[in-house]
């Protein structure tokens, strides 16, 4: 299921589980050891494909660089981005709920909608708001 055209920035739609298996196949195949717990930012066009990424070490981010990570986020010409935290268990964190909630709340000004949080384990995924 794709985001409704002329949705608001910032709001989340889920989608299919296919779509995130895939997500997680370009995670996996693109992360390495030292990635574990870090935050990557997909950056996706239209038809909700990645076209680009950024990758931050895994470290807990407070308010101003979240706020600089919304800002980068804000800057890029991409409709909409999902997150994903590398964690070879596939489990989220207390730490990873925490990273989405900050996000969702400072993504509801921005441009691209923020499609979702996904933690991606070496066989399986969980995300925040769609299938698992």
Known sequence: ???RAGSRAGQTH???KGWY???AEG???QSTADDEGGTWVLFLDEERR???AMALPAEELGPLELDGL???VDGVDAPAVIVAVPRSDGRPRAEDWRLWEELRARMSVARPE???L???GELSWWAAVGAS
Do not use: F, K, T
Request: no cysteine; glycine share 4%; net charge negative.
């Open 21 to 23: 298996d895939g997500i």
């Open 118 to 120: 996904v933690v991606v």
């Open 27 to 29: 995670v996996r195949l």
């Open 1 to 3: 299921m794709l985001a």
């Open 50 to 52: 990645p076209v680009n």
């Open 14 to 16: 889920a989608m299919e």
């Open 70 to 72: 919304v800002e980068v």
């Open 114 to 116: 923020l499609i979702d």
